[in-house]
């Protein structure tokens, strides 16, 4: 999408998740560039407030530009990992009305070569999502060992050729430094059967390692057990998840806040317990909206709300 404004995944269907409350609070998790927390402040009232939270130094610079001026928004630079201490800081536990994610690497992260993401353009071999600290992808890969990037490339990509592709990167890092995402997109490109038709080659792997160097599995739990301390009863709580990985600790953490149903035996006034409610099926985009906006395909919405047993 070079040179076009950001689309955001699930527009109305995110709107409705969060049943927006004119005078709530909320907490845009992923700001990215705005597309949903604009949707969602046309619903807020001037007595209302919308956090918004992005670890990605130019989204930040974007929300800034966009809605310094507006007293209803908080612009915050910062990983959702930290969501707990925001909440803190803010007095936001237990009265928040309803917190988003979207989750993954973002359309002009993607674009811009720069950045590290993409096998389709040449760039620096960084992936980070704050790109002022922690270890780039390639100097992430140049201290991992054989037996650790197997694991990630398995795990985190759910490669079938993990072993192969791994190997092939460790034998390439001895005759010289990995730096550049082509360089990378071709070492294992050459690792697949000359007839393999499907997704490219590089997509797995390419999100394996980015997983593992920005940590987005553990933060991601850590800020679903915080959003669950934030929100207030009723609140709700919506995720858009791009793959497996992140969709299935989403769904586990949805169905283990509910009580065991062995406290439905004791006595009536040891029974009630906060939970999170599933609100509705999982939602996948429409045929129109993949067609207008490719990104949107592997995306999913699961929805949730603060409940008393």
């Keep these: 999408m070079n040179g076009q404004a950001h689309v955001p995944v699930l527009p109305e269907e995110s709107l409705q998740a969060l049943n927006i409350k004119p005078d709530g609070i909320y907490i845009d998790c992923t700001f990215g560039r705005g597309g949903h927390s604009q949707i969602f402040l046309n619903k807020i009232s001037e007595q209302g407030r919308l956090f918004v939270l992005d670890q990605d130094l130019t989204a930040i610079q974007t929300a800034t530009e966009k809605y310094r001026h507006d007293a209803r928004v908080e612009i915050i630079h910062s990983s959702f990992e930290h969501l707990l201490q925001i909440g803190e800081t803010y007095d936001l536990l237990n009265k928040t009305d309803g917190i988003f994610f979207d989750l993954g690497v973002s359309s002009p992260q993607l674009d811009d070569a720069q950045r590290g993401f993409s096998f389709s353009h040449d760039g620096p071999l960084d992936m980070r999502m704050n790109n002022t600290v922690g270890q780039t992808a390639s100097e992430w890969l140049a201290s991992c060992s054989l037996q650790q990037l197997t694991a990630v490339l398995r795990e985190f990509g759910e490669e079938r050729h993990a072993k192969k592709i791994a190997t092939s990167i460790m034998q390439a890092q001895q005759q010289t430094s990995l730096n550049s995402t082509l360089q990378l997109a071709t070492i294992i490109k050459q690792c697949y059967p000359r007839h393999y038709q499907g997704i490219h080659p590089a997509t797995r792997s390419f999100q394996a390692l980015r997983i593992a160097v920005n940590g987005e599995l ?17 609140g709700r709580l919506a995720v858009i998840s791009f793959h497996s990985l992140e969709d299935r600790i989403v769904k586990r953490f949805i169905r283990n806040s509910r009580p065991l149903e062995s406290l439905a035996k004791l006595p009536i006034q040891h029974q009630a317990a906060e939970y999170l409610a599933p609100i509705g099926k999982l939602i996948r985009p429409g045929e129109m909206e993949m067609e207008h906006n490719p990104r949107s395909r592997s995306a999913r919405l699961r929805i949730a709300e603060k409940v008393f047993k």
């Design 218 to 234: 553990e933060a991601l739990t850590i800020a679903l057990s915080a959003a669950y301390r934030l929100i207030k009863m009723t």
